[in-house]
């Protein structure tokens, strides 16, 4: 259901496909690989979501009519472009995600082209770090972290791993 959702809100434009029947859209700076919704309560009153492309994750909020009446249709804001210098396959939001910290908290995790997988962590100001994680030798599936406390990323590969 969110894939479906976030497919309408974020969907890959092509200038030559024109009779698109979404329900929203948004302009991308790149290519739209993958896009997810985070899962979590992340103490704002819009939706984070984050999409993926050939170079970079956008990670922003969206707010729909259904839940402010004052807004017409989606209301979307970037709030921060991170730089991945490689396909983004797939995204995985930490529990740990806040925005209504002091600092703000947003964690989540990549799996690429590359057969890694990237754990960014930023404070939306100052602090925007990254570590690569290696260990596949194969296509990455799919990647998770705890739902509890968010210290631990589940990755399972072509390679026959998790």
């Not at 890959?12 to 979590?40: G, I, L, S």
């Not at 009153?45 to 839940?67: D, H, R």
């Not at 589940?154 to 998790?162: F, M």
């Amino acid at each position: 259901k969110a894939v479906f959702a976030a497919a309408q809100v974020l969907p890959y434009k092509m200038k030559q496909d024109a009779t698109r029947n979404a329900a929203y859209t948004v302009d991308c700076e790149d290519y739209v690989h993958v896009v997810e919704f985070n899962p979590f309560e992340s103490g704002d009153s819009g939706n984070l979501i984050a999409y993926g492309g050939n170079n970079f994750v956008f990670v922003g909020t969206c707010t729909f009519q259904e839940e402010e009446a004052d807004i017409e249709g989606i209301q979307y804001k970037t709030l921060r472009t991170f730089h991945h210098g490689v396909r983004v396959d797939g995204i995985a939001w930490s529990p740990e995600t806040r925005l209504d910290s002091l600092p703000p908290v947003i964690k989540f995790c990549t799996s690429a082209a590359d057969m890694k997988i990237r754990l960014f962590t930023s404070d939306l100001q100052d602090k925007n770090e990254y570590k690569v994680l290696e260990g596949h030798s194969d296509f990455i599936n799919g990647l998770v972290f705890d739902p509890k406390e968010g210290q631990e990323i589940a990755s399972v590969s072509d390679d026959h791993t998790c």
